[in-house]
């Protein structure tokens, strides 16, 4: 069964601060890893996605690091924000358009 | 608004009882999932459709049953032979081969089995 590893399970960060969240997966036929943000009772909602072909991507406080050789990639949110306390998820679809996700960081920024 | 519609958005359920979970996309999108959220747990693949008339078993199928027979819709049923219903249901959709390839959500169903 295909897999995304994700860690930490929860994390707590002080408002300015940078928040990381990493993932790893196996299967090398993954064409598109997206971030997914979701606030209790709610939908996930897309953060931020990346292709295998490039190492990094920024849009605004969120970046995305890629390392294909490693199979792994992360989340780095800068100058978190309490509103920016929710569970977020990686994931990694094949291309068979099916998605795989992770397990969940539940982020907290304090005030 | 162009979206996805999930209802209801709480439903409480006899042990024994069959419920049906709604969802409506009004997205023109072509492929439709349904995920099983449970706390740690991520979100889990019930079963997915890429086309009308057709749907595949995602990882955990047993106990559910979905139908396909309008592109905007895809009902899940929760039968009486899932063993433990308890959880929050997305629904999703994404263009498979156009566009980012985003997987739009709704907003969820909580089901608890009484």
């Known amino acids: 069964q295909q897999q995304v590893k994700q860690s930490p399970q929860s994390l707590i960060v002080q408002k300015g601060g940078i928040s990381i969240i990493n993932c790893a997966y196996e299967?090398?036929?993954?064409?598109?890893f997206p971030w997914y943000q979701q606030f209790p009772g709610k939908g996930p909602a897309l953060l931020i996605a990346?292709?295998?072909?490039?190492s990094e991507k920024k849009e605004g406080r969120f970046t995305i690091s890629f390392n294909k050789s490693a199979k792994q990639f992360s989340l780095h949110i800068m100058d978190s924000q309490p509103g920016d306390s929710a569970t977020y998820f990686c994931?990694?679809?094949?291309?068979?358009?099916?998605?795989?996700f992770g397990p969940g960081t539940r982020l907290s920024v304090l005030p | 608004d162009g979206g996805i519609t999930q209802s209801p958005k709480y439903l409480f359920r006899k042990e024994g009882q069959n419920v049906t979970l709604s969802c409506e996309q009004n997205l023109n999108h072509d492929a439709m999932y349904w995920y099983r959220q449970d706390p740690g747990q991520g979100l889990r693949l019930i079963y997915y459709s890429q086309i009308v008339n057709d749907f595949q078993k995602g990882d955990i199928a047993e106990g559910y049953s979905v139908s396909r027979e309008k592109k905007e819709s895809f009902p899940l049923t929760v039968t009486s032979a899932q063993k433990n219903p308890t959880a929050f249901y997305l629904c999703a959709s994404t263009f498979p081969s156009r566009g980012t390839g985003e997987l739009f959500f709704g907003e969820g169903s909580r089901l608890t089995v009484l």
């Open positions: 990346i292709r295998p072909d490039v």
């Open positions: 994931a990694a679809r094949d291309y068979g358009q099916n998605f795989v």
């Open positions: 299967n090398t036929a993954f064409d598109y």
